[in-house]
T-cell receptor, first 116, second 114 residues
Framework: AQTVTQSQPEMSVQEAETVTLSCTYD???????LFWYKQPPSRQMILVIR??????QNATENRFSVNFQKAAKSFSLKISDSQLGDTAMYFC?????????????FGKGTKLSVKP | KAGVTQTPRYLIKTRGQQVTLSCSPI?????VSWYQQTPGQGLQFLFE???????NKGNFPGRFSGRQFSNSRSEMNVSTLELGDSALYLC?????????????FGPGTRLTVT
């Protein structure tokens, strides 16, 4: 069965510093997508970044970047120059590419607190 | 553009009843997906509809069903409610699907089953 594991239930970082959130996954598939979602307190879920497994280049979106290690089945999120608005729950997710009736599988989440 | 809207925002139901939740996607988006979020089970994917057809599906019992209309609005129905169905139900819309790099979430419907 496909699984997604986020081993850090909670993390904190000082404003302006860099933090890395970990995510590992287990699959026998070769083609899939990986995602990081952000859920701020009492605010709507946002898709932060997406990675296509067949692309070796790591995805980046402004201050957010990923370290995708396909062989190790690792997909970590790096947040640079952390801001107070980055305080949120972060979810890692996986779905296989193509086919039908695919399941989008989420990790349990990491609660990130950015401290002033 | 208006964002994703969900109605109602809050709902209280009794065990054994059924409930229907509604999601209106961003104009032009053909994909609507549904999620259940609980403190115990976390965030789980229910299903995705694209152009009125269910395209992807999570591991939920048949009590959970959905449909999508020709205007892309989607409804989710839960029959024979159980206490464990109490959750925040989120929907998201996308131009092309849940694997796309454009996904927009609604504020959610908070369902309480007593």
């Amino acid at each position: 069965a496909q699984t997604v594991t986020q081993s850090q239930p909670e993390m904190s970082v000082q404003e302006a510093e860099t933090v890395t959130l970990s995510c590992t996954y287990d699959t026998s598939e070769n083609n899939y997508y990986l995602f990081w979602y952000k859920q701020p307190p009492s605010r709507q879920m946002i898709l932060v970044i997406r990675q296509e497994a067949y692309k070796q280049q790591n995805a980046t979106e402004n201050r957010f970047s990923v370290n995708f290690q396909k062989a190790a089945k690792s997909f970590s999120l790096k947040i640079s120059d952390s801001q107070l608005g980055d305080t949120a729950m972060y979810f890692c997710a996986f779905i296989e590419r193509g086919g039908s009736q695919g399941n989008l599988i989420f990790g349990k989440g990491t609660k990130l607190s950015v401290k002033p | 553009k208006a964002g994703v809207t969900q109605t109602p925002r809050y709902l209280i139901k009794t065990r054994g009843q059924q409930v229907t939740l509604s999601c209106s996607p961003i104009s032009g988006h053909r994909s609507v997906s549904w999620y259940q979020q609980t403190p115990g089970q976390g965030l789980q994917f229910l299903f995705e509809y694209f152009s009125e057809t269910q395209r992807n599906k999570g591991n939920f019992p048949g009590r959970f069903s959905g449909r999508q209309f020709s205007n892309s609005r989607s409804e989710m129905n839960v029959s024979t409610l159980e206490l464990g169905d109490s959750a925040l139900y989120l929907c998201a819309s996308s131009p092309t699907g849940i694997a796309a790099n454009e996904q927009y979430f609604g504020p959610g419907t908070r369902l309480t089953v007593t």
